[in-house]
């Protein structure tokens, strides 16, 4: 059941007449998912009083699908008791997510209503950086010693099981809790109650450091197929998991940055229709100045050639179409090798690949461009020649615009490699960096070669 507006008169009026039944059936029933969309168009006020008909865990349950804003909202203007009881009941890393997202002294007035331990989690994961596998990892998961037999091992996992986010994968620790081991519930289920679990367990796992970037542990993640990944402290001891929905959200989140990037818009925390419009404003006109700027170098690269457009005025009319060769081949550079980057499939250490590959790509798109563009050269209507030699205005026009398509091309396949040589993402070398650049750099090129071969 998706959201619909029109069951919005209904549900209020169960709320308004206290129709207990009904909603304690309605938040039994559906997905807490579905719940969350269901109560969409609910005041924060209505939402906390159809949360009280279901027990505490089925209220984090429903609250953590909430969107994040959501969230903050509710948090915001929900009794302070209440919401702290929510909090212990959310998964690890939900309520991690939202406390950062709060301001600090709502934070530092909500954690001593938390339970002890749970404060103590939560200092705990709110230490770690940003963008770390710490920072999106739960440490709620299943973990045995090595030496206890398969019967006992199960018994632990009975009275852990409540408590996990996931028991599929259990983690064989040993008495200093060093990762030693991995066993899955159903090799546990199918051995024998007296084997050790030292004798079904895998030794060699694979696991992330807690201070990796985060998008690193997704790649692992998704390489090796796993439903769960271990992280461990530069010790070898194990502090939490990063499980495959945590995954799909940190994707989600990079995707999204680098195509915001790639487009030259500072990324949003919000929605992009629940976003203030000054802060959109402001993402959106900082990038655009900073290009704008850059592009008034044409002005200046097209006022020094002056003198050539003066002499042949048909060079003027193939400007355009010059530097869009430029800009559109070095976009379509900088995607793929962005696009590259983010996947793995291009390390840093191969950039002299990438330039060989994008030489000869750019030699032979130049080729394919300049050819079309020496036809149409040709076809120059007399009028507009003034004298100019038809066949020489060709070689100039085509000869720039494969220049200019293998200059392209180069700048938008080694830009993104040069700004994560220097700490910085892929995504800005984005569409309009890469065609700011190449504009100016087109024209240079283009005007050049005509002084060379038609200006002599």
């Not at 169960?14 to 109560?39: C, I, K, N, V, Y």
């Not at 084997?195 to 690193?216: A, K, N, P």
């Amino acid at each position: 059941m998706m959201y619909n507006p029109l069951l919005l008169p209904e549900l209020k009026e169960m709320l308004r007449t206290q129709d207990r039944p009904g909603l304690e059936e309605l938040l039994d029933e559906l997905h807490a998912a579905t719940l969350a969309e269901f109560s969409a168009g609910l005041s924060s006020q209505e939402i906390w009083e159809l949360l009280s008909y279901a027990p505490v865990e089925r209220q984090a349950e429903v609250f953590s699908y909430f969107p994040l804003s959501k969230q903050v909202e509710l948090v915001q203007e929900g009794d302070p008791e209440r919401v702290a009881k929510t909090l212990e009941a959310m998964p690890h890393d939900a309520r991690v997510d939202l406390l950062k997202q709060l301001d600090e002294k709502l934070v530092e007035q909500l954690l001593p209503l938390v339970r002890p331990s749970d404060r103590r989690d939560i200092r705990h994961l709110l230490s770690y950086p940003e963008h770390s596998a710490g920072a999106v990892m739960t440490t709620d998961f299943a973990w045995i010693p090595a030496h206890v037999t398969v019967e006992e091992a199960l018994q632990r996992l009975r009275q852990q099981a409540a408590e996990c986010e996931t028991i599929y994968y259990v983690y064989v620790l040993d008495r200093y809790q060093h990762l030693v081991g991995l066993v899955s519930l159903r090799e546990l289920l199918l051995a024998q109650p007296q084997q050790c679990v030292e004798e079904i367990m895998q030794s060699e796992v694979i696991s992330v450091r807690v201070d990796q970037d985060q998008e690193e542990a997704a790649r692992v993640l998704a390489k090796f197929d796993l439903l769960a990944l271990p992280v461990v402290d530069p010790q070898n001891r194990l502090v939490g998991i990063i499980t495959h929905d945590d995954v799909i959200d940190v994707m989600q989140q990079e995707a999204t940055e680098d195509a915001l990037h790639m487009a030259a818009v500072a990324p949003l925390e919000e929605n992009y229709l629940e976003a203030p419009f000054a802060r959109v404003w402001e993402r959106r006109a900082i990038w655009l100045s900073c290009l704008f700027i850059a592009e008034l170098f044409t002005f200046t690269a097209l006022a020094h050639f002056e003198h050539a457009i003066q002499a042949v005025t048909a060079l003027a009319l193939f400007v355009p179409l010059c530097i869009s060769t430029g800009g559109n081949s070095g976009s379509q550079a900088a995607t793929l090798v962005t696009r590259a980057l983010a996947v793995g499939q291009v390390r840093l250490d191969q950039w002299w690949k990438v330039l060989r590959h994008e030489l000869l790509m750019g030699l032979a798109l130049g080729v394919t461009l300049g050819a079309i563009a020496f036809v149409r050269a040709m076809f120059t209507p007399e009028s507009i020649l003034d004298g100019v030699d038809a066949w020489l205005l060709a070689q100039v026009v085509a000869l720039s615009v494969a220049g200019i398509c293998l200059w392209g091309t180069l700048v938008g396949s080694m830009l993104p490699l040069l700004f994560q040589r220097f700490g910085m993402d892929p995504g800005y070398a984005s569409t309009p960096f890469v065609a700011t650049f190449v504009d100016v750099t087109g024209i240079i090129i283009y005007f050049s070669i005509a002084q060379a071969l038609l200006l002599a």
